[in-house]
């Protein structure tokens, strides 16, 4: 199957402070990625759709401002957390999707677990 | 609106089938699937079905799709100490491709 990776795999930072999250596709090339978060044994709760070349898409409750994304190749999104706070504090999963030969499928990362202190 | 649900949890013994129930409510979704997640990490993507199909089989899986009910089912035969995880069932969105998971059950495989 595709690979997804993420990076980094933890993060732990300041109240106030930036964080940046990669999202690669290693041996695919992916026009969409989508960015989820994950709250202690809950589901997946979709942030945005991150699009290459063009503006993400983000979901009704999702501050833009606040989760940066940014698509600028066929094998990156990153998703930046700007001005982090506790409450930020979660797991943070993208997806890369692939479509072809009549199917479409979604791959995961392996998730970036961030603290917020 | 579009809508999965899962129990949340089912423990079998070792060596047991295991049959995990799903339900949605998008009669338009194309394709759904089945995840795998282990504790701190990510999602795995296991099997899907296209919607045009019955069932599908893959070594240990069967998927059931009942579309008539919007019933989906994973059984996982001969399982093992290791496939204990939370699953997820997931449908296709017909907006953008987008996944609609539901709450995940927690499998807990006894030895």
């Known amino acids: 199957g595709a690979v997804v990776s993420q990076h980094p795999s933890r993060v732990i930072c300041k109240s106030g402070t930036s964080v940046k999250i990669e999202c690669r596709s290693l041996d695919f090339q992916a026009t969409t990625m989508f960015w989820y978060r994950q709250f202690p044994k809950q589901s997946l709760m979709l942030m945005a759709t991150s699009n290459e070349g063009s503006k993400a898409t983000y979901e009704q409750g999702v501050e833009k401002d606040k989760f940066l994304i940014n698509h600028a190749s066929l094998t990156l999104s990153t998703l930046t957390v700007t001005s982090a706070h506790p409450e930020d504090s979660s797991f943070y999963i993208c997806?890369?999707?692939?479509?072809?030969?009549?199917?479409?499928?979604?791959?995961f990362g392996p998730g970036t677990r961030l603290t917020v202190l | 609106g579009e809508d999965v649900e899962q129990s949340l949890f089912l423990s079998v013994r070792e060596g047991d089938s295991s049959v995990i129930n799903c339900t949605y409510t998008d009669s338009s979704s194309t394709y759904l699937y089945w995840y795998k997640q282990e504790p701190g990490a990510g999602l795995q993507l296991l099997t899907y079905i296209f919607s045009n199909m019955d069932m599908k089989q893959d070594q240990r899986l069967t998927v059931l799709l009942n579309k008539k009910d919007k019933h989906l089912s994973l059984r996982i035969a001969d399982t093992q100490t290791g496939d204990s995880a939370i699953y997820f069932c997931?449908?296709?969105?017909?907006?953008?491709?987008?996944?609609?998971f539901g709450q995940g059950t927690e499998l807990s495989v006894k030895p």
């Open positions: 997806s890369a999707r692939v479509r072809k030969w009549g199917t479409d499928t979604q791959y």
């Open positions: 997931a449908e296709k969105s017909a907006q953008g491709g987008k996944l609609i």
